[in-house]
T-cell receptor, first 114, second 114 residues
């Protein structure tokens, strides 16, 4: 039972264009969502988060959008750069439980082509 | 701070052997997590500790897996006996315990059981 799903295992985008990574969740108790980025041979690192009281959160080139009714969130990277090539994990939890109930998706491998 | 430290980085062992993975969390963090990453299932939570006490081990796949946290600065994940299907990357993460906390990951241990 996959509570957090990233249906695209991979995505290839031209440098300078927009990258859009998608994530769906099923558990209505989730109200806190995070994106982690992972380079090869490294652990995941936190990228950006959003709580359910918002529908958008922006940090530089990264923006996360949350559609609660559709139980869907997306990460937009504009403009995409070669250093953004990595695996991106979506994660969700009930915010009151902090990191203790984080559920991760399977990840999407993003490749930025020069 | 050096971050979450895991050892070894790579482990190759023969089926049936005992494997012990080690983790040193970030100083001051009171929650510790063990995750396993596979292609099929992404990042799965195996077990987490709060203040050195195991809180939820429902993700531990079998009795062959065990985890301990004898003190606030050290944890082990043991597999005995190991099997080829245990081959994966195992991550340790730590966090503070508060609403909206994020987890900080170590670099992982790549385990290969032959």
């Amino acid at each position: 039972d996959q509570q957090v799903k990233q249906n695209s295992p991979s995505l290839s985008v031209q440098e300078g264009r927009i990258s859009i990574l998608n994530c769906d969740y099923t558990n209505s108790m989730f109200d806190y969502f995070l994106w982690y980025k992972k380079y090869p041979a490294e652990g995941p690192t936190f990228l950006i988060s959003i709580s359910s009281i918002k529908d958008k959160n922006e940090d530089g080139r990264f923006t996360v959008f949350l559609n609660k009714s559709a139980k869907h969130l997306s990460l937009h990277i504009v403009p995409s750069q070669p250093g953004d090539s990595a695996v991106y994990f979506c994660a969700a939890s009930p915010i009151i439980q902090g990191a203790q109930k984080l559920v991760f998706g399977q990840g999407t491998r993003l490749t930025i082509n020069p | 701070d050096a971050g979450v430290i895991q050892s070894p980085r790579h482990e190759v062992t023969e089926m049936g052997q005992e494997v012990t993975l080690r983790c040193k969390p970030i100083s001051g963090h009171n929650s510790l997590f063990w995750y396993r990453q596979t292609m099929m299932r992404g990042l799965e939570l195996l077990i987490y500790f709060n203040n050195n006490v195991p809180i939820d081990d429902s993700g531990m796949p079998e009795d062959r897996f065990s985890a301990k946290m004898p003190n606030a600065s050290f944890s082990t994940l043991k597999i005995q006996p190991s099997e080829p299907r245990d081959s994966a990357v195992y991550f340790c993460a730590s966090s503070l315990e508060y609403k909206g906390a994020r987890a900080f990951f170590g670099q992982g241990t790549r385990l290969t059981v032959v």
